[in-house]
T-cell receptor, first 115, second 115 residues
Framework: GAGVSQSPSNKVTEKGKDVELRCDPI?????LYWYRQRLGQGLEFLIY????????KSGLPSDRFSAERTGESVSTLTIQRTQQEDSAVYLC?????????????FGPGTRLTVL | AQSVTQLDSHVSVSEGTPVLLRCNYS??????LFWYVQHPNKGLQLLLK??????LVKGINGFEAEFKKSETSFHLTKPSAHMSDAAEYFC?????????????FGKGTHLIIQP
């Protein structure tokens, strides 16, 4: 079946511009996660959605970052007034529920470069 | 609180020799533990997971890991390395009843396979 998809795969933008990244989770998965992976580093949690509950935004690094999810489907991560330190690969993952034993299925990521 | 320590940032082995990637964790609860692999320019893929069943877990591509509670370890092994195993490997612990707060990624181990 179809896995998690993300678009665009690559995005180059100028400092100060806004960008929007999209994630399509696996159908039926109620939990959706966004992570950031800077070059040569591990994953940094950004935000988490579980069903129709309020999202856990505890990982967002600044108020320039926001995310939305429509029901249990598509999610968009928006970065306003991008800065060079925002350059990273942004990964989305989904899982059937939010249980500790649930496997997270990752998308291929969006590579963001801020010039 | 929980944490993950991947003891080696880089591991280099010759093709056909055993692989050992070390991971230690700390957890206040009964954890679930995962190993993910990330090949260059590809998404994260689950190798295997431990969820309180058998302590020796077999995964894909000949990898296995053993959960040792007394040593708080979850080392990843493979008897014979293949060139295609060259990738970044992440150890992940999940223990707080679900949600993104319960997921902690290690910083990763870069596995290099020498011909």
């Amino acid at each position: 079946g179809a896995g998690v998809s993300q678009s665009p795969s690559n995005k180059v933008t100028e400092k100060g511009k806004d960008v929007e990244l999209r994630c399509d989770p696996i159908s039926g998965h109620t939990a959706l996660y966004w992570y950031r992976q800077r070059l040569g580093q591990g994953l940094e949690f950004l935000i988490y959605f579980q069903g129709n509950s309020a999202p856990d935004k505890s990982g967002l690094p600044s108020d320039r970052f926001s995310a939305e999810r429509t029901g249990e489907s598509v999610s968009t991560l928006t970065i306003q007034r991008t800065q060079q330190e925002d350059s990273a690969v942004y990964l989305c993952a989904s899982s059937p529920t939010s249980g500790t034993a649930d496997t997270q299925y990752f998308g291929p990521g969006t590579r963001l470069t801020v010039l | 609180a929980q944490s993950v320590t991947q003891l080696d940032s880089h591991v280099s082995v010759s093709e056909g020799t055993p692989v050992l990637l070390r991971c230690n964790y700390s957890s206040s609860y009964s954890p679930s533990l995962f190993w993910y692999v990330q090949h260059p320019n590809k998404g994260l893929q689950l190798l295997l997971k431990y969820t309180s069943a058998a302590t020796l877990v077999k995964g894909i591509n000949g990898f296995e890991a053993e959960f040792k509670k007394s040593e708080t370890s979850f080392h990843l092994t493979k008897p014979s390395a293949h060139m295609s195993d060259a990738a970044e490997y992440f150890c992940v612990v999940s223990d707080s009843g679900g949600g993104a707060d319960g997921l902690t990624f290690g910083k990763g181990t870069h596995l290099i396979i020498q011909p």
